[in-house]
């Protein structure tokens, strides 16, 4: 029966026992006894039976099996190629929360299984060797030797495995990896060359030339460790490779823009907006957008860049200078050019800055605005009522040709025109209404029915079309 609730807060209730009764033996703690159990099944003739023990013995928790290190080095020489591997496994990831790690005192069993015949096995002795950094100096030529494996990725785990353990090493393992990205090497040996020369720090500074061409290499993880490597060796590599990892940025492979563009964090964005590559020039002005508080000290140089010969360059610029706020203003003069630029992607962040800051140079913007919305290529259209619609009320006596384009072919265009009229508020969408009543019942897009839809909603005239419900 439970005790009444006024006196539950005195009450004693009996301790569960943790007792358990094994082979005999009576264990204070249930982990104990499994720790027993599991030390007897490893001296079982059933493989299936010793390679459970490992993992049972390995999900004790890192204190309880740190205390059964020499069962695990026992594994190590196991015949059975699973209980190797699972004591490996452990003994890579085994850490001591209390002084150093048991594991320390075995490097010597651990690196006898750089012999082993999987290529799993010298992984993860390997790796084990790293983790216990200078007390697997004595073990050291092995791992030179293992940088030659036969397997790429053990060659790999080699390398990181000197970097840590015998630093004094790196130039010769440098030296060693750089053989291998040879063309005629296969492709996954020169991505694990390629890759472990990044753990070898400003000694790999020497083969950035050969980093650089590892960066169009035919194979994309190749590029991509290429990239990364590159961000590990240093900012000094970095900026010596800028312009090779610029171009990497409209890679094909998804990895290759993603490592190149972490390896460009390390760039000065003021360096990169001189550089005489279009692509770093881009990426410069992008970062610069990126944060306009801190990237106004680089509007001079964008606004300069609003002129490149690179259309690209000039849209990047264009939109880095309209998130800089009222800075953009003191360069009236090459922005009210710039809204006649022919690439139709710097129009809409430049009419951004002229509505908001240069008001005295807004109709003159929007007039030329209009002279595009007829235009035949529909991009061009697209971006110039999107720049029209940047304009927001003052647009207003523009958006009657803005209307006209709620029915173009182009769902683009569509949408656009939307938009705009939305961006001047209900008058501008007043000018509109009759045709996105129509849009909102007939359009073959869907996307563009919800929308028209959704603006007679927002401004409650819906319901004049019969389209409340």
């Known amino acids: 029966q439970r005790p009444d609730p006024a006196t539950r807060a ?268 279009p692509a770093l020039r881009c990426w410069g002005a992008a970062k610069a957008g990126e944060a306009p508080t801190d990237g106004v000290e680089y509007i001079e140089a964008l606004a300069r860049l609003l002129q490149d010969d690179y259309k690209e360059v000039r849209a990047k610029a264009a939109w880095a200078m309209a998130a800089m706020g009222s800075a953009a203003a003191d360069y009236m003069a090459v922005i009210t050019m710039a809204v006649k630029d022919e690439n139709p992607d710097v129009w809409p962040p430049m009419l951004r800055i002229i509505s908001r800051h240069l008001p005295q140079a807004l109709t003159e913007a929007l007039t030329e605005m209009s002279s595009h919305v007829g235009e035949g290529d529909p991009q061009r259209r697209c971006r110039a009522i999107e720049a029209t619609g940047a304009a927001r009320e003052a647009a207003l006596p523009f958006l009657d040709a803005v209307a006209g384009c709620l029915e173009d072919e182009n769902v683009a265009v569509r949408l656009a025109s939307m938009e705009a009229l939305h961006c001047a508020g209900k008058r501008g969408v007043r000018k509109g209404d009759k045709t996105l009543a129509k849009l909102a019942k007939t359009d073959p897009d869907s996307q563009v029915r919800r929308e028209a839809l959704g603006l007679l909603r927002h401004y409650m005239i819906a319901g004049k079309f019969g389209l409340d419900s």
């Open 10 to 277: 005195t009450h004693i209730w009996p301790a569960m026992s943790q007792k358990v009764r094994y082979n005999g033996t009576t264990f204070e703690r249930r982990h104990l006894a499994a720790a027993q159990m599991a030390k007897d099944m490893l001296s079982m003739g059933d493989p299936i039976m010793r390679r459970l023990a490992t993992a049972a013995l390995s999900h004790l928790g890192q204190g309880e099996a740190l205390k059964h290190c020499q069962d695990f080095v026992k594994a190590l020489k196991d015949p059975d190629r699973g209980v190797r591997y699972s004591a490996a496994v452990y003994l890579a990831f085994a850490r001591s929360f209390s002084g150093p790690s048991p594991v320390q005192e075995h490097t010597a069993e651990v690196a006898e299984l750089l012999q082993d015949e999987d290529p799993g096995i010298r992984y993860w002795a390997i790796e084990t060797l790293a983790n216990q950094g200078f007390a697997s100096q004595p073990q050291a030529e092995k791992l030179h030797t293992a940088l030659q494996d036969i397997d790429p990725h053990c060659r790999l785990a080699a390398a990181k495995a000197v970097a840590r353990v015998t630093p004094n090493y790196i130039p010769e393992a440098a030296a060693l990896l750089v053989q291998s990205l040879d063309i005629e090497e296969p492709e996954i040996f020169r991505k694990s060359a390629v890759e472990g020369l990044g753990y070898m720090g400003e000694e790999a500074l020497k083969y950035l030339p050969r980093l650089k061409q590892m960066l169009q290499d035919s194979y994309p993880l190749a590029r991509a460790a290429a990239a990364w490597s590159i961000s590990q060796i240093g900012a000094k590599a970095v900026e010596q490779c800028c312009e090779e990892l610029a171009r990497c940025l409209d890679d094909a492979d998804l990895d290759v823009r993603v490592k190149a563009s972490t390896a460009l964090q390390a760039l000065d964005i003021g360096m990169a907006l001189g550089s005489g590559e």
